[in-house]
């Protein structure tokens, strides 16, 4: 008789238990700690149900039922990547660091892989994650093995840094958390652009901590684009403190099911926070953005443009809460959320959530949901243009609307390229 | 050679078309004037292909060719073009990008070579010069933020491009100032030739000044109820469409 081995967060659990003493850093005892509490969070509350309001639209069960193993033991050796969008890249295999395939020489600041170089990182590893509330930010804590730190001195220009995320298929279902952190000194500057793929049954849960300090500008692209059999559920934290921007703009198109979860704290005056993105699924895939907006000092920014769209039997979420604190006068808040449903089978639930404190403050939001207009179509098949390429030119000027909002061009155009290699995979399948 | 016969149609179970017979020979301008509600912009859908209007009898062919069971795209290849009478707004939808994707699709359906961005430019702002449209309205989106003389003079450049042998012009003069009306009429008539055929669609006789027609055709709820030549715009324009009603 053999029994089966425990699903879900028992599983994870159990994997906790097994391998504690072997994950990276098990002699340091701040990093014990950190994780054994992580571990007791997360025995306390399990993957969060849609009993949770946070995760009210969004089914973890599927995640929660399966029975994921660690990566294979690393492999050293030659592996295909995708197109470089930057000259400089740290890449990462099932959440390892790979120097070997990484492009790091003459950066002016230190992108290191986080296991190697946990001395450095420990005052900030754990600083703004919270496990004690999210359960996913629990489970990557307990079970990181790497990831990458990004460390870059006041006044430095870090330029463009690509983390790329390569995840192989095993053959069996796998779990990987890799854990980033990426830190700007006053008045430094950089252009990170992740780039997610992967294949096989995996679950990729990657948390970030991201501190912008006075003056400084984070432009962090996302590009998240694996294969529709990945699960890709990230959480980031990110603190932007006085005259500093954080600027993140994701694109989701491709796992089967993706939570883009981000929680970003402005804390000093005249800081502004960004957080755009487009979120694309097809037939039996579901996408989730669910962001937090804390507004804790005066005159901050926040913007916020998200566009879904959706095909077949497949479904959207987007959930931005924004909370204005009653020292944070003069925010000037925004955030607009817009759908497009290219099938009658497809869903968005949206959920924008003000709470606002201080009374001097302007704040606005607001939510579409339509089909592709009837008219324009008609206008632009007229004109002897195939009903095919009519319809991606109307949902690529749908997307439009945010993709203009990236400044920087290296990363306008990757942006650009995902959502087009996503629409073209469309139509070959219809 | 654009010949309907006993066309009609209907939309929502609704009978609008009720027996259309229309022949515009190749190289010939005809105009339809008929009173609101007579069907004028339904015919010009349902030649156009617009999905909600259902053909229930009759037939309509272009050059010999039977277009109303093709696609609207495949009418545009086979030289068909639709001049909206409120043409459709594309935020998003940069000018320049949409008509060139609109000519080299209708220059690939005709087995023609597709021309690139250089070429393109080139001739678009030939063919603007001479609708004096300034070039900055290649850079626009789609028909966003122009006025209506502007969407319109968008409307024949896309035509000038386009080159169709059969153009359908739907109430093109309304909303037009003099001015407007005058450069939009130049254009028309500068595609005018042998191997060019138009449809006027128009309330008012005005416009038939600068686009004389070589036949006026008088739509009444749903039928053509009397042809003549371009002296009958006159009549009508003096003794109204009741007159035209009584005698019939």
């Known amino acids: 008789m053999t029994t089966a081995a425990p699903t879900g967060a028992a599983g994870f659990l159990a994997r906790y238990e097994g391998l504690k003493d072997h994950l990276p850093g098990a002699r340091k005892p701040w990093l014990n700690t950190l994780r054994a509490d992580a571990a007791v969070h997360f025995a306390a509350r399990g993957f969060p149900t849609r009993r949770v309001e946070q995760w009210k639209y969004t089914d973890l069960g599927v995640v929660a039922q399966a029975h994921f193993a660690e990566p294979l033991t690393m492999v050293e050796g030659a592996l295909a990547l995708p197109v470089p969008n930057a000259p400089h890249r740290a890449v990462f295999v099932d959440g390892r660091f790979r120097e070997d395939l990484s492009t790091l020489d003459g950066l002016a600041y230190r992108a290191l892989g986080l296991a190697q170089n946990l001395n450095e990182a420990e005052p900030y590893l754990g600083a703004l994650a919270k496990p004690e509330r999210?359960?996913?930010?629990?489970?990557?804590?307990?079970?990181f093995e790497d990831g990458l730190f990004i460390d870059i001195p006041e006044g430095v220009d870090g330029g463009l840094l690509e983390l790329v995320s390569i995840a192989l298929d095993p053959g069996r279902p796998f779990a990987f958390h890799p854990r980033h952190l990426v830190r700007l000194g006053a008045g430094a500057t950089l252009t990170l652009i992740e780039t997610a793929t992967g294949r096989g049954q995996c679950l990729h849960n990657p948390v970030f901590e991201i501190e912008v300090a006075e003056g400084a500008t984070l432009t962090h692209g996302r590009l998240l684009?694996?294969?529709a059999t990945v699960f890709h559920l990230s959480t980031i934290y990110a603190t932007i403190a006085a005259a500093g921007t954080y600027d993140n703009f994701t694109v989701a198109a491709g796992p089967r099911l993706t939570r883009n979860e981000i929680h970003a704290a402005l804390t000093g005056p005249k800081a502004a926070c960004h957080m755009n993105g487009a979120q694309m699924a097809a037939d039996g895939q579901h996408?989730?953005?669910t962001t937090s907006l804390d507004?804790?000092?005066?005159?901050?920014?926040?913007?916020?443009?998200?566009?879904?769209?959706?095909t077949g039997r497949s479904r959207g979420v987007?959930?931005?809460k924004i909370l204005v604190r009653r020292e944070a006068q003069k925010t000037d808040g925004y955030q607009m959320n817009q759908a497009l449903l290219l099938s009658e089978e497809a869903e968005i639930d949206s959920k924008p959530q003000l709470e606002i404190y201080a009374d001097?403050?302007?704040?606005?939001?607001?939510?579409t949901v339509g089909a592709l207009d009837a008219d324009s179509l008609f206008y632009l098949r007229t004109r002897g243009i195939p009903e095919s390429q009519a319809k991606a030119m109307l949902v690529e000027a749908f997307l439009h609307e945010a993709v203009e909002t990236v400044t920087d061009e290296t990363l306008r155009g990757a942006l650009t390229r995902a959502l087009d290699a996503w629409w073209s995979r469309q139509a070959a399948v219809a | 050679m654009l010949r309907i016969e006993g066309l009609t149609a209907e939309i929502d179970g609704k009978e609008i078309l009720k027996g259309i017979?229309?022949?515009?020979?190749?190289?010939?301008?005809?105009?339809?004037m008929g009173p609101n509600g007579s069907g004028k912009s339904t015919l010009s859908y349902v030649l156009s292909g617009r999905e909600g209007y259902e053909v229930t009898a009759g037939t309509a062919t272009l050059n010999g060719v039977d277009i109303l069971a093709m696609e609207p795209e495949e009418r545009a290849a086979a030289g068909l073009f639709l001049a909206f009478q409120y043409p459709v707004e594309l935020p998003g939808v940069g000018n320049a990008t949409f008509l060139r994707t609109a000519l080299n699709a209708v220059r690939k359906g005709r087995g023609e070579s597709e021309l690139d961005a250089m070429q393109f430019l080139k001739l678009a702002r030939q063919r603007m010069t001479a609708l004096s449209m300034p070039e900055d309205m290649l850079k626009r989106g789609v028909n966003v933020g122009f006025s209506g003389g502007e969407k319109k003079r968008n409307e024949i450049l896309q035509m000038a491009l386009l080159q169709p042998s059969m153009a359908i012009l739907d109430e093109t003069d309304s909303g037009l100032d003099i001015d407007a009306l005058k450069i939009v009429s130049d254009g028309v008539n500068a595609m005018r030739g042998p191997n060019f055929s138009a449809l006027v669609i128009t309330h008012y006789q005005r416009l038939l000044d600068y686009i004389v027609p070589d036949r006026v055709h008088v739509l009444m709820a749903g039928r053509i109820v009397k042809s003549g030549g371009p002296e009958l715009a006159k009549e009508l324009e003096a003794q109204g469409y009741a007159s035209v009603q009584a005698a019939a």
């Open chain 1, 134 to 143: 999210e359960p996913l930010a629990a489970l990557n804590t307990m079970l």
């Open chain 1, 225 to 227: 684009q694996e294969e």
């Open chain 1, 287 to 289: 996408v989730d953005t």
């Open chain 1, 295 to 310: 507004h804790a000092a005066p005159d901050c920014a926040s913007r916020q443009t998200y566009k879904t769209v959706l």
């Open chain 1, 318 to 320: 987007f959930q931005g």
């Open chain 1, 360 to 367: 001097d403050v302007k704040c606005s939001h607001g939510a």
């Open chain 2, 21 to 32: 017979d229309l022949e515009v020979p190749t190289g010939e301008v005809h105009a339809i």
